[in-house]
């Protein structure tokens, strides 16, 4: 059974960073897509970052030039890269994954991490 587990959340002050990371378990060929959104309460999930295996990427303006997202094939892992963190980047952060597994795709969410921006 594929799961997504992710971690890294926390306290931040302003401007600080913080490195999540989406770890997949289970016997899965590749993660073909991966994503991470958000969510505060009362408020759609929303998405900060995707990207194929491929290499394309998408960031909504909010978090371009902020966030990178990456995918370590090797590792079974997705990770995102926050910099120069706001106090509206609070929310739960989930990670989303586009998963090959003998020759079926599955798309899978892991639980979610807090991630806290405030001084």
């Known amino acids: 059974q594929v799961q997504l587990v992710e971690s890294g959340g926390g306290l931040v002050q302003p401007g600080g960073s913080l490195r999540l990371s989406c770890a997949v378990s289970g016997s899965i060929s590749s993660i073909n897509a991966a994503g991470w959104y958000r969510q505060t309460p009362g408020k759609q999930r929303e998405l900060v970052a995707y990207k194929t295996s491929g290499g394309t990427t998408n960031y909504p303006d909010s978090v371009k030039g902020r966030f990178t997202i990456s995918i370590d094939n090797a590792k079974n892992t997705v990770y995102l890269q926050m910099n120069s963190l706001k106090p509206e980047d609070t929310a739960v952060y989930y990670c989303?994954?586009?998963?090959?597994?003998?020759?079926?795709?599955?798309?899978?969410w892991g639980q979610g991490t807090q991630v806290t921006v405030s001084s």
């Open positions: 989303n994954a586009r998963i090959l597994v003998d020759n079926i795709y599955y798309n899978n």
